[in-house]
């Protein structure tokens, strides 16, 4: 089945550095990118969509100059969270559309410190 | 998308089948019922669609009845390795649009199997 490959699965920062999540479509061409947040014990929270070519569109409340995303090609999603803080340590999903369906990425947790 | 109501925790023990049902009474004539399944520190897998009448895979079966206002995901025999958080989500599938919906996921139910 279509895969999604994302990586670092976990990665720590200091508070105020940049990191960056990437999630690559390994044997399928990902137009349609969703990016999701979930903390301890609660459920996955929407981002934003990002469409390949285009600017994303983000949630409300979400901040999206803090939450960079590209999307550049059809095989490669980038989500960077700018100056981070202790408050953005979260796990952090991606999700492509396959053409009949959806595949996650396995996650990254982001502990920022 | 219509909104979906789950039981926040369920406990079972090993070898048990094990249901869980979802409610989405505005559920719309184009909506299939998609479920998915949730480890610690993993994103969500696909266990489960369908849009009517009963759907059954190599992993779970799928109890729609025929008002579709809801739908219970049932697992034959779990094992301690179905402990997850199971999601069911509503929706119209993409390929029927031409587009990607946006996958809103409620709170799930929390699956504890015990030995």
């Known amino acids: 089945g279509a895969v999604v490959s994302q990586h670092p699965s976990r990665v720590i920062c200091k508070s105020g550095t940049s990191v960056k999540i990437e999630c690559r479509s390994l044997?399928?061409?990902?137009?349609?990118m969703f990016w999701y947040r979930q903390f301890p014990k609660k459920s996955l929270m929407l981002m934003a969509t990002?469409?390949?070519?285009?600017?994303?569109?983000?949630e409300q409340g979400v901040e999206k100059d803090k939450f960079l995303i590209n999307h550049a090609s059809l095989t490669l999603s980038t989500l960077t969270v700018t100056s981070a803080h202790p408050e953005d340590s979260s796990f952090y999903i991606c999700s492509a559309g396959t053409g009949d369906g959806y595949t996650f990425g396995s996650g990254t947790r982001l502990t920022v410190v | 998308l219509a909104k979906t109501t789950q039981p926040i925790s369920m406990d079972s023990y090993e070898g048990q089948e094990v249901n869980i049902t979802c409610s989405h009474n505005?559920?719309?004539?184009?909506?299939?019922i998609t479920w998915y399944q949730q480890f610690p520190s993993q994103g969500p897998r696909f266990i489960i669609q369908g849009y009517k009448t009963k759907v059954t895979n190599e992993v779970a079966s799928l109890f729609i009845p025929a008002d579709r206002k809801s739908s219970t995901l049932s697992l034959p025999r779990v094992s301690l390795s179905d402990t997850a958080v199971y999601y069911c989500?509503?929706?119209?599938?993409?390929?029927?649009?031409?587009?990607?919906?946006?996958?809103?996921f409620g709170a799930g139910t929390r699956l504890a199997v015990h030995p």
């Open positions: 044997d399928f061409q990902a137009t349609t």
């Open positions: 505005n559920i719309a004539t184009n909506d299939y």
């Open positions: 990002s469409n390949e070519g285009s600017k994303a569109t983000y």
């Open positions: 989500l509503v929706g119209d599938i993409p390929f029927r649009r031409g587009g990607y919906n946006k996958l809103i």
